[in-house]
């Protein structure tokens, strides 16, 4: 029976959760297949993860390479394929507790950066698990720096073999998934020299076990590289390599061989590289950042509303504690930025799709663009989604903090997303350097991308808003976001010329701009993001109950991002005081507008109650009992512990 | 060997880092009494944590016991007593993973609840483990609204005892530390029902566990609550009582007694209750929140000048990652904090002693401004912390998300500092509550402690700040706080009157105020430490290499401060555009010319590496060789995972 309390809450929507739920999908169609896939998945009970908060790493570990295996058996099964409707629902299906998807990124690299004889060799054998792939990258030493990367490889000629060598400690492969425990095989990236001579980094696919018996090859030592915050379910390992050799066919060779002859030969283009990133960037951001995200708000709102903590009116029942101003204040904006990030991801794919279209017509042009705003977007994103979360989590207060509410698993991964795929600091400095640039080709009249002629735009110097309800108008907060974005990157470069027309050395005045560069960036994204939001709200016309309360989300949005960030649109006077004073009222009067809906707004994300795996976030509410329930679980309860023998018994006055 | 890019860092020092270390604990003789304490724990195999992080809960939870256990005698052995100066030093000797801090909360309630006879009966044997105490206050439904306990103790005139229950599960005690697995007793806090009157919640001694077998008393339900973000070695359990019956003695009766006839007596003040609340909360902001501050800062930025990745300058050699802007800004910010955290709690711990001398002499008069105080720093300090140590975890990069850094588990315990001992938003409505008390008191002219006359103080409308040099002047800043705290609590307190004014109720008008409070609340506190940080300063005139870094750190809080939170500086113009670019001018300035002293300012925090448990933090910055040295103790590298057996081999392709 669901809680009375959060059944109140379902009964007054000002929408339609159905309808909202199959527009999120992009059609009914898809939530069919949606709920289908997680249907199958879910009732297959190699994919439960009941246990999986009382698990060690590795038991966590095996039941992950279990469910990959097995994932593959299912997928036949079920006739889904790789390129189904069913494939994109899976990993969520699965709410991301399997083994090798390092494995899946050696074999896109093979497919990407191998010649068709490579990709005829590796890939069938790769797509049956007949080898596990790992993708060693990463060095102790080096992560985001890849020309620092230390491991050589040189070419033999009389042998015609490349001999691989990890020439100090730092040059240990390092955090490559699928590695410490699974692996047999991975794509190695060294330094390659041919006749004494480097040239550069390049990708070579090496054996590191054996397929008879698991053990490691000759001339290689790797392993697991220990505990990590979360992840516990994948074997992040190290490799070092001693003297291994491996034949001139495998080094990667789309875009560059290593002839018999010693010879080096390059075609192609290496520009492609920045689209595998780009696409990975994209993906990631909906799997890994936003769709957590949206759990953390539905398992912490759907709490809020059980929760009755304290008194609003004297002698009144305790109040929900979502009747609270700053529990919605917490709340409700990481509802809006869920939405508003979900919006983006689709902006993001449709950038990447006409990118993708450009590219097979061999016209690479929106490749800077595409990348600066995949870059970007990843850092701002993964940054606000971790933030978010972590305010659910406090939101939550003690019951947050146990594991069991779900919440410190999804915290302990998103957090990770900031530091992988690229540090987030380093991508909104690519980010920047792409708005600088076409600020500066638009100051000269050159022509940009669409996406940034405002920069050179010329706008009025002072907001007109003259009420807190103008203030609800997507172009003035619009124009506000655009204005101050434009205003922190032409700043930025005005000093950056600054110090360079002062005899400043480029690198050195770069590096002192580095701070309010990474501020433009996301100032710019922000922008984008509300600009987004907006227009998505503006298309739904026909949909009007849904129009209505996504407008709402918009607006909160885009005030609580005025309203943290004020400084930046107060500091050359585009926003008075006094306009801030109404930036603040209207924010503060949208919190309970959307309170009524909080609920419904995140059932439209239609988690089902295992994926959530949340005794504080169940559909039902029944947030008391869920967590007795799982505590009783716990293997703290399964026996006395061996410390009462040892340690109190002897001390225990039994006389008492 | 030192790594010798971090020795380098030491030899350029701008003042004696031993001098620094005396100075920050209080004199020579205290750092000596601390490193003896620190040896004597460190050189005893009982107290090593060096499995910690290979550990399972189970695990964690016998080493807490035992060192427990151990150190009740340690402290014979070594001839250290509760009252003399080594006390201060072994908490942070032994880093926080030993188990009975709640049986000591049992012995803290017990003496200043208790009568004596009360005392005299259960202290003895609780100071020697002859029985384990616990805690239970909260209950699965309520943690911060105590009023709202739903446990019962009803009096039986007839037998002359209480009969404790828990009327439903939302009523079971859940949280109280040592209570999931090792407590025999417990003080049990209940609603008093005397002859069908409800006397509110009192406390009750209760026996748990048998102290022959430690099996569960008659009528008790009792475990472990499960796994949680940290804290692995506390069992946090539960405890439901079914008609439990204790003697009429066992209510804790200093204050309040129920007599044989059933006739309910009190005396004396419940007022002193806020006491032992502020007394826990600043001695727990020194353990629990700024000294893992400082030990973060320490890992970040011992490791910060030993990682080197990419080039400042072209054909230059990698550059230490220090080195960059953006790196400065995330750690010098919290490095400067965990400073002026450190003499906050020098602050508060002094206007503690004051009021406690006050109330000796039965003077209560400083009771709200300690509680006001020790409440929003208790916030303030906890939140701004557990983001420092989040900027630290994200600052290293991967290697900071491996458990092996020290870093997550320091990040996992810190946030649960935010949630326990008052949940911060709660901690500051009650401060911004004192605050919008004394503002109005002040302006109609009555006196309010000397801390808060400023609310009422007339400043000039406008810094006269006329070049970035000005913002070194603490004056300049330290009045920029206290305009900008003044007008936060001044203009919440006029919202609130034109709320009331408007017919709004009492209770509503408030909750529509609360996220400014909450804003007030903590403008203030940054104003005080500002100014403490500033006072601190000044005072070390006689110690002038000292004092010439502790003033840019002083500087660099203030304005990081005021370029974090621009907006409320700009708002009413005491700050104008101009005069907040001389703010960041200057704030940026400060941060190469603090990174040269950095290594020293946390070699002076006087960690050992056995304290810090870091691979990236010792001191000798052998970063890589430890993380692989660790990796390799690793459980999941002790044996072939049962994985490949069941899973793999079936699968791997042998004839490849």
Redesign the interface.
């Known amino acids: 029976s669901v809680n009375p309390d959060l059944a109140s809450e379902r009964q007054t929507a000002s929408f339609s959760v159905e309808k909202l739920t199959a527009w999120l999908d992009g059609g009914v169609e898809n939530t069919r297949t949606r709920r289908a896939v997680v249907e199958a998945i879910e009732s297959d009970p190699v994919f439960s993860r009941e246990n999986q ?2 698990q ?3 038991e966590r ?2 039941a992950a ?2 469910k990959a ?1 097995h994932l593959q058996k299912k997928m036949h099964e079920m006739g889904w394929t790789e390129d189904g409707p069913e494939y994109n629902y899976i990993y969520r299906a699965v709410a991301g507790d399997v083994a090798f998807l390092l494995h899946r990124i050696f074999m896109r690299s093979i497919s990407m950066l191998g010649s068709d004889k490579q990709i005829a060799k590796w890939i069938p ?1 790769a797509s ?5 792939g790992s993708y060693a990258q ?1 060095e ?6 890849l020309q ?1 990367l230390e491991t050589t490889a040189v070419f033999d000629i009389t042998t015609q073999e490349f001999i691989l060598n990890t020439p100090k ?2 040059a ?1 492969k ?2 490559p998934g699928d590695m ?3 692996a ?1 095989h991975t794509v190695a990236f060294a330094q390659l020299y041919v006749q004494g001579k480097c040239y550069g980094v390049h990708p070579f696919i090496v054996q590191i076990r054996s ?2 018996d ?1 053990s490691l090859c000759p001339g290689i030592i790797a ?7 979360n992840f516990e379910h994948v ?1 992040n390992g ?1 490799l070092m390599l001693q003297n291994v050799r491996v034949p001139r066919e495998n080094m990667l060779s789309k875009f560059c061989e290593v002839q018999p002859d010693g010879s080096y030969v390059r075609w192609g283009s290496q520009k492609i590289n920045y689209f595998t990133m780009t696409s990975v960037r994209i993906s990631l951001l909906a799997d890994e950042v936003i769709l957590p995200t949206m759990k953390a708000c539905t398992i912490a709102i759907r709490y809020s509303v059980v ?8 002698g009144a029942q ?1 109040a929900k504690i979502l009747d ?3 529990q919605q ?2 709340l409700l904006p990481q509802l809006a930025a869920a939405y508003a990030f979900y919006f983006v991801k689709d902006y993001l794919q449709e950038l990447f799709d006409n990118g993708y279209r450009e590219i097979q017509r061999k016209n690479f042009d929106m490749l800077p663009e595409l990348h600066a705003f995949s870059s970007g977007f990843k850092a701002v994103i993964t940054q606000y989604c971790t933030s978010a979360v ?1 305010i659910c ?2 939101a939550c ?2 019951h ?5 509410s779900g919440l ?1 698993s999804l915290y ?1 991964k998103i ?2 997303s ?3 795929e690229g ?3 380093i991508l909104l ?1 690519q980010t920047a350097r792409f708005l600088i640039k076409c600020f500066m080709a638009a100051s000269a009249g050159q022509p940009v991308p669409p996406s940034v002629t405002y920069l050179a735009a010329v706008k009025p110097r002072k907001c007109p808003a003259k009420n807190k309800l103008d203030f609800l108008s997507p172009d003035i907060y619009t124009d506000a976001y655009q204005h101050m974005a434009a205003r922190l990157v032409s700043s930025t470069a005005a000093k950056l010329q600054d110090l360079l027309q002062s005899g400043v ?1 480029k ?2 005045a770069w ?6 560069l ?1 501020q433009a960036a996301k100032a710019h994204c922000h922008y984008i993001a509300v600009k987004n939001f907006a227009e998505t709200v503006e298309k739904l016309e026909t949909q009007a109950g849904i129009q209505k309360i996504m407008k709402h989300l918009c607006d909160l949005f885009a005030l609580h991002g005025i309203f943290s ?9 585009y926003i008075s ?1 006094a306009q ?1 004073d109404m930036v ?1 009222a209207s924010y ?1 009067d949208l919190l309970p507008i959307i309170r009524k809906d909080a609920v419904p707004l995140v059932d439209a994300f239609d988690f089902t109650d295992k994926s959530l795996n949340s005794a504080l976030g169940s559909y039902d509410g029944q947030v ?2 869920r ?2 329930e ?8 399964k026996q ?5 023998e ?4 002897p ?6």
Not at 400 to 404: A, D, F, P
Not at 646 to 649: A, D, M, R, V
Request: proline residues 4%; glycine residues 10%.
């Open positions: 908060y009382f060690s790493q590795n570990y095996e390479v279990r295996v054998l049956q698990y007949q080898l596990i990463t102790l030493g080096h992560g985001t720096y620092g400690i730092s240990m390092w955090w410490g425990r699974s047999t397929l008879q698991h392993g697991d590289i220990g505990p990590k915050m074997d190290f929760r009755r903590q304290s008194k609003l009116k004297p305790e609270y101003q700053t204040e917490k972590e989590l406090r207060g003690g947050g903090y146990s594991l069991l410190p302990t957090l990770a900031c530091i992988y540090e987030n600091t400095l050395k690198h050195d590096n002192q701009c580095t701070v309010q990474a960030n004020s400084g930046v649109f107060l500091h050359d006077g005081g801030m603040t503060l008391y009992q967590l007795y799982w505590a009783q679980k716990s293997p703290t309860n006395m512990s061996p410390a009462y040892k340690y109190l018994k001390l225990l006055h039994s006389k008492l």
